[in-house]
């Protein structure tokens, strides 16, 4: 990352796409700036340093209307060379009390989205000749959560989209990265959410550790994965091979979870 480069970036209007905008506009990189908040949208590219070549578009990406404008904007920009994921939401419920538009949308923003909007760019990306993609997972992703199920799915799907077509783009000079966050202190937490953190004793990252963690994975100059916190790092890929350990942590915890998660008559 030593040349100034063109950046997609959606979710830009939340906290983490916001912190990651500005830390990408600090190494002196164009951005393009995507999420459904106009206002939030305006205020972030006035707030950038002054000499930041950034330009915003409002857009609802689960919609091929919305995916449309973004490619349109990135043409008109004469290219880009990456693209970082973050646009994402969360419901902390419990699964049998979730409505069918509430999983769908979880599904289309979470998942659906990310995939068609990396399909969409990926010529421009491609065309570059030394391009990065990076994909806003979570935790989550690794390890099945209570109250979390739906979202969970989503990000386990994100991860295997994600390790898949790192695969897939070996041998061309384009990186694909997975970042994986713990809880992180945004909007996107509802009250419930952050009672429990509280009650459980979990620890809550600022906006701007993920942003630190995109630009890392980008210096690297590979692809790869990178979960972020202790001990929801060490959590997650003991899931992985020993889910039993994790069942038993979590199964002394389910009725605290259950009644955060509980939907009120």
Known sequence: MKKARTFV?????????????????????????????TGRLAALAAALPDSTDALWVSADLT????????L?????????????????????????????????????????????VTQALLPLLQQSGDADIVNIGSTFG??????????????????????????????????????????????????????????MGNASDSPEMVAS??????????????YIGWPEKLFARLNLLCPAIVDKALGGKIALIRRHAKRQP
């Open 9 to 37: 970036v959606t979710g830009a209007s939340g906290g983490i796409g916001g912190a990651i905008a500005h830390a990408l506009a600090a190494a002196g990189h164009k951005l393009i700036l995507t999420g459904r908040d």
């Open 63 to 70: 919609k091929a209307s919305g995916r449309a404008a973004l």
């Open 142 to 199: 690794s390890l099945g959560f209570p109250g979390q199920t739906v979202y969970s799915a989503t990000k386990f799907g994100l991860y295997g989209f994600n390790e898949a077509l790192r695969r897939e783009m070996t041998g061309q000079p384009l990186r694909v990265h997975y970042i994986a966050p713990r809880a992180t202190r945004t909007a996107l937490n509802s009250d419930s959410v952050n009672a429990l953190n509280r009650e």
């Open 213 to 226: 963690a995109v630009m890392a994975a980008l210096a690297s100059g590979r692809s790869g994965r990178r």
């Open 72 to 116: 349109d904007a990135c043409r008109d920009s004469a290219g880009i060379s990456g693209l970082v994921n973050v646009a994402g939401s969360g419901h902390f419920a419990l699964f049998e009390q979730m409505t069918e538009a509430e999983i769908e949308q979880l599904v289309a923003t979470n998942l659906s989205a990310p995939m068609l």
